[in-house]
């Protein structure tokens, strides 16, 4: 049995659902009071792949920022792969993606010097008041050179699952 151990960063404005998000894919939970946590939390999960393959997941997430801030080195280090998060109702929390991206871009690739695989998450798409469009999301998905985008609902387990396995496909196929 071959097992890797995959580093993956979830990022993104405060409030989007980043620990939501990492609640509900590791322990099927959705907390609607989950309170931000502080600083940096991480959580494993065990994905079985194929017969002979498993992945052990670390999920990074960061926290109690509402907008953008410089990530330090250190925090990218021996990353695989990276989730960048947006609430479809928040434009702002869009918006900051593009500089997510960089920040990750800027500091961070795989040793072969290629940019870490990384998905766009648009979550929240229950709500009904949503103001990012799916023309503009998939758009700036391409644009920006994310390897896919998904829309999610943590709130409904849309797409939760589904995202981390797309994700975790890119990584391995690199
Ligand atoms: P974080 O700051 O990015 O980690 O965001 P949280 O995980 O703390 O979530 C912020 C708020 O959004 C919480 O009140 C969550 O219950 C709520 N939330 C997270 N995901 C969803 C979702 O898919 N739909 C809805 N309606 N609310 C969500």
Not at 24 to 44: A, E, H, I, L, P
Not at 107 to 131: E, H, T
Request: proline share 3%.
């Amino acid at each position: 049995m071959t097992e890797y151990l995959l580093k993956v960063l979830v990022v993104g404005d405060g409030n989007v659902g980043k620990s939501s998000f990492v609640h509900r894919y590791v322990n099927g939970q959705f907390n609607k009071d989950y309170k931000m946590t502080m600083g940096v939390d991480f959580s494993m999960k065990l994905l079985p792949w194929t017969d002979t393959e498993k992945v052990r997941l670390q999920l990074w997430d960061i926290a109690g920022q509402e907008r953008f801030i410089s990530m330090t080195r250190i925090y990218y280090k021996g990353t695989s792969g990276c989730v960048i998060m947006f609430d479809v109702t928040n434009p702002d929390s869009f918006q900051s993606c593009r500089v997510w991206k960089q920040d990750l871009d800027s500091k961070a690739m795989l040793p072969d010097g290629n940019p870490i695989p990384c998905i766009l998450l648009a979550n929240k798409c229950d709500l009904p008041s949503r103001v990012v469009s799916t023309e503009f999301i998939s758009r700036f998905s391409k644009e920006n050179g994310f390897v896919a985008w998904m829309e999610t609902s943590v709130k409904d387990n849309k797409n939760i699952s589904e995202a981390i396995r797309r994700l975790v496909e890119e990584i391995l196929s690199m």
